[in-house]
């Protein structure tokens, strides 16, 4: 399928037209509460590679060495683990108005009426409640994520992403994070951590200080590389886990989410592969490939 052809199928398929604006609002107790922000980022995830670094060059002693990266790193990921535990907050219910209105200081300054009563809009507009049985942040930018840890998995939506899908499409989204769960990718990512501290050490000890200590440096990139290569292959697991009941409305939700990624994919190619160099989730055109979402 050429370029132009891909994102026609895909725009007349999954992409229907969608609404100018959206409100989020968060129930608790029969109330509109404001979900908190929550910072969060890939230097979460490079933390402890990072961090890593610091017995290699304050310690002097091998064994001292090993223990303090691996107590490092595992503290990194509970520190972040019990941050997001703490920064939780899960709504009684999450109502959403869609609407073709776009009178965007209006719709802010009336959202609590509007919520209440969306037939107060001019013209069209969409409303219904989304699942709520996940942590919600406030953030514009569509989001979702899952960390695993000792007193359960702790799964994230922001308002943003309430905003752009539908409930079947947030259903499929929430089953591709209890992928995540079922194939125990967080303590995957924490076992690989510790095994690649482990392996470093004897290398910088009988290698990179004898040769170049900015083979050390080399040595990191390399790591950053195959455990961006990690975090994308268990996007594809959880897509696999997801679409064993939601295929449709997961491909549809990945369309949503990322339209403009998957024009620049199919426009710009060789531009797009480079970029996963650098990303923690693969291009969604080879997603939707995989999930047989698009015809060969």
Same mark, same amino acid.
């Given at each position: 399928?050429q370029?132009?052809e891909? #994102?026609?199928?895909?725009?007349?398929r999954?992409k229907?037209?969608?609404?100018k604006?959206?409100?989020?609002?968060?129930?608790?107790d029969g109330?509109l509460v404001?979900?908190?922000?929550l910072?969060?980022?890939?230097?979460?995830l490079l933390t402890p590679i990072?961090?890593? %670094? &610091?017995?290699? +060059?304050?310690?002097?002693?091998?064994f +001292?060495?090993?223990?303090?990266?691996?107590?490092? &790193? #595992?503290a990194s990921y509970?520190i972040?683990y019990?941050?997001?535990?703490?920064?939780?907050?899960v709504p009684?219910? %999450?109502?959403?108005?869609?609407?073709n209105f776009?009178?965007?200081e209006?719709?802010?300054?009336?959202?609590l009426? +509007?919520?209440?009563?969306?037939?107060?809009?001019p013209g069209?507009y969409?409303f219904?409640?989304?699942?709520?049985n996940?942590?919600?942040?406030?953030?514009k930018r569509?989001?979702a994520?899952?960390l695993?840890?000792p007193?359960?998995?702790? &799964?994230?939506?922001?308002t943003?992403i309430f905003?752009?899908?539908?409930?079947?499409?947030l259903?499929a989204?929430l089953?591709?994070e209890?992928?995540?769960?079922?194939?125990?990718?967080t303590?995957k990512?924490?076992?690989f951590?510790?095994?690649?501290y482990?392996?470093?050490?004897p290398? %910088?000890h009988?290698l990179?200080?004898?040769?170049? &200590?900015?083979?050390? @440096?080399?040595?990191? +990139?390399?790591?950053?590389l195959?455990?961006a290569?990690?975090l994308q292959?268990f996007?594809?697991e959880?897509?696999?886990y997801a679409a064993s009941?939601?295929r449709?409305?997961?491909?549809s @939700?990945?369309?949503?989410?990322?339209?403009?990624g998957i024009?620049?994919?199919a426009?710009?190619?060789l531009a797009?592969?480079?970029t996963?160099?650098?990303?923690?989730h693969?291009l969604?055109?080879?997603?939707?490939?995989k999930l047989?979402?698009i015809p060969n």
């Amino acid at each position: 399928m050429q370029e132009l052809e891909l #994102i026609e199928f895909l725009k007349r398929r999954y992409k229907k037209e969608s609404y100018k604006a959206a409100l989020v609002g968060a129930y608790r107790d029969g109330r509109l509460v404001d979900p908190p922000p929550l910072q969060t980022g890939l230097y979460f995830l490079l933390t402890p590679i990072a961090l890593s %670094v &610091i017995p290699l +060059i304050a310690v002097k002693d091998v064994f +001292i060495q090993w223990a303090l990266g691996v107590a490092v &790193i #595992i503290a990194s990921y509970l520190i972040f683990y019990f941050y997001l535990r703490r920064k939780c907050f899960v709504p009684d219910a %999450v109502k959403v108005v869609r609407t073709n209105f776009g009178d965007v200081e209006y719709l802010r300054r009336h959202k609590l009426e +509007i919520l209440e009563n969306p037939g107060v809009l001019p013209g069209d507009y969409e409303f219904y409640y989304a699942p709520v049985n996940v942590c919600v942040a406030w953030d514009k930018r569509a989001n979702a994520f899952t960390l695993d840890g000792p007193r359960g998995p702790v &799964i994230y939506f922001t308002t943003g992403i309430f905003a752009r899908l539908s409930p079947e499409e947030l259903q499929a989204v929430l089953e591709h994070e209890r992928g995540h769960v079922a194939f125990k990718h967080t303590h995957k990512l924490l076992a690989f951590l510790v095994a690649e501290y482990s392996l470093r050490l004897p290398l %910088v000890h009988l290698l990179y200080a004898k040769v170049s &200590i900015m083979l050390l @440096a080399v040595h990191l +990139i390399g790591v950053v590389l195959v455990y961006a290569a990690m975090l994308q292959a268990f996007e594809f697991e959880a897509d696999k886990y997801a679409a064993s009941k939601h295929r449709e409305k997961l491909a549809s @939700a990945l369309v949503k989410l990322d339209w403009n990624g998957i024009v620049e994919a199919a426009l710009n190619p060789l531009a797009a592969r480079l970029t996963l160099l650098a990303r923690t989730h693969p291009l969604t055109v080879d997603r939707l490939r995989k999930l047989h979402a698009i015809p060969n």
